[in-house]
């Protein structure tokens, strides 16, 4: 077969190429040189009807072919600018998606990206990345292309690509994996599988590590965590000890959490916290992210303030933040559809069954109070020669005001939760919360949105709260306008508020 020589570079390195690649190529663009011909066909393909033109000529078979001849690291350069091509012309262009199939492609560009892994230049991560973008182009054809891709890397192919800890190759693999199970309920069955979880583990440890720059990853944990309830499973599975299902009594080294643990939660209470009302909330999602709250708080000394809010460089007390967030989120579902599982209990109702409201009037009643209010202490310590008494300190900035968000959601038209306020004498405590404070912005309006909740409806609230008695008041004239007074308890020696308006 006739071959001619190709300067490629200005090195003038050669490549042995067969005529019936290059021609159509060359014909296609109106040039003679490779280099410019992939520039002048990368730029044709950015357009719909740039991609319709060349897949009537036949192109891209060319361009697979292509891809064999161009070796790397002497041609890197080279199969970038192929592989970019390859993966315009698949962009929508239904044709070039059947052709890459029926041309095995697949097995094609998945060679390409198996030979730069572990060689760890930029050019090859750079390879790895374009090459997972074509796979991620021609996935979104359908069920048919999202098999032949599925069946060449699942499993050992993605778990190979998802131990590179970089985020150019980490987006465009969730973009292929999320694909590929969107369309079928068999991936998505393998994935949520014991080899399915190894690989989103390696992905939630990459991303954990390099953080990530595109949405893919959000909705790939979305699919596995909350539309299909593997979120215990998954993040037992990243503790580095112990793959026990049950959140609250995972072994963890050094009595801790793994920072892969705080960073899966983080982005579960972003997801959820955007799609509130959109998700069905499962009874083992909630009960295992109340298990992990209540390991955290075991293991947060809560003897130093926080200097910031999440995510604070504390794996542990991010845990506890992060934990409380998405407990704050789950207790906000009710009415909105989003909280009862197949028709069966409010997932609300059964975290309150299992002692959440106990557990943060517990942790409100044990923390500092707010710095209005120990302004107000403080006073009445010099009038009346006060002792002080020690109080845990929020571990961040914001930790109270999430509990008293929790606490609020749960009280909203639930009248066992409002009279479980008043019988563990929370009432006062949460009127303490309707203040500002510059360690928990928004406290005072949770605070008021707590305490709204909390008497509505509920005349025995309601006459507690009106029968408060004068006992020692101290004047706090940032209290005022909202129609409150702090008062000293002599007996307690702790501060409240009354309602003297």
Known sequence: MKTQSLVLDSKVEEYALAENILQPLFSASNLSTLDKTLEILIEASRTSNGRSDLASKNILPRVLQLIQSVSCPSGCHRLLLVLKLLRNLCAGEVLNQNSFIEQNGVKIVLTVIMNSVGLGSDSDYGIIRMGLQVLGNVSLAGEEHQHAIWHQLFPDGFVEISRIRKRETCDPLCMVIYTCCEGSHGMLAELCGDQGLLIAVEIVCTASTVGFGEDWLKLLLLKICLEEFHF???????????????????????????????????????????????????????????????????????????????????????????????????????????????????????????????????????????????????????????????????????????????????????????DEIRHRNGILLLLQQCVTDEENLFLREWGIWSVKNMLEGNTENQQQVAELELQGSVDVPELAGVGLRVEVDQRTRRAKLVNVS
């Open 232 to 418: 215990p499973l998954l993040i037992s599975k990243l503790c580095p000890l112990d793959a026990s299902k049950n959140c609250e009594d995972i072994k963890f080294s050094n009595g801790g959490f793994a920072p892969e643990q705080a960073f899966l939660l983080s982005i579960v209470s972003e997801i959820l916290n955007e799609r509130i009302g959109e998700i069905t909330i499962s009874d083992d999602f909630s009960l295992c992210v109340f298990g992990i709250f209540k390991r955290a708080i075991g293991v947060v000394d809560f003897v130093s303030r926080g200097k910031s809010g999440l995510p604070t460089g504390s794996t542990a007390i991010d845990v506890l933040g992060y934990s409380l967030t998405i407990l704050r989120d789950i207790c906000a579902l009710d009415g909105l559809g989003g909280t009862k599982e197949g028709g069966s209990v409010d997932v609300v109702d059964l975290l309150l069954s299992s002692g959440l409201i106990e557990l943060l009037l517990c942790l409100l009643h044990e923390l500092e109070p707010p710095a209005i209010i120990v302004k107000a202490i403080k006073q009445g310590e010099n009038q009346e020669g006060m002792g002080s008494y020690s109080s845990k300190l929020c571990p961040y900035k914001g930790f109270r005001r999430d509990i008293v968000a929790v606490i609020g959601n749960c009280a909203y038209r639930r009248k066992h939760v409002q």
